[in-house]
């Protein structure tokens, strides 16, 4: 059998449904939050179901990564708590002029927002858990 990790490269709105997709009800480590503001990426290390498969419950982890992030906000989650762990509902964005905010969409009413010029996002499946 072979280990087959997806790789989904997102740069509008279909792409970006897509990811959401695949990622939502995943759970995030407040730890495995990054942004490298010098670079303009955001990460986010995640365990998730793989629900675009057959095998049912399969669980794997994934690096959600989105390029050319001018901003980062938060709502409702504590930084200070790094072994919070938050689920991931879905992915949405709004644009606003030039630019487009991605939110990110968490339980108990969280957002993380990407604020970019472009959307360029990957999920990339790093191995089965």
């Known amino acids: ?5 997806a ?4 740069n509008d ?7 959401s997709a695949c990622i939502s009800g995943s759970k995030v480590k407040v730890s495995d939050i990054k942004y490298l503001e010098s670079n303009k990426v955001f990460l986010l290390s995640i365990e998730r179901i793989k629900v675009e498969n057959e095998n049912e419950n399969k669980k794997v982890n994934s690096i959600a990564r989105f390029d050319f992030i001018d901003k980062v906000r938060s709502k409702k989650i504590d930084q200070s708590n790094q072994k ?5 509902i879905g992915i949405d ?4 002029n030039d630019v487009y905010e991605i939110n990110l969409i968490f339980n108990e009413n969280a957002h993380i927002i990407l604020t970019t010029e472009t959307i360029e996002a990957r999920l990339e499946d ?3 858990i």
């Open 93 to 96: 964005y709004l644009k606003n």
């Open 7 to 10: 790789k989904i490269i997102a």
């Open 1 to 5: 059998m072979s280990k087959y990790l």
């Open 13 to 19: 709105q279909e792409g970006l449904q897509m990811i």
């Open 126 to 128: 790093q191995n089965e």
């Open 84 to 88: 919070t762990v938050l689920e991931l």
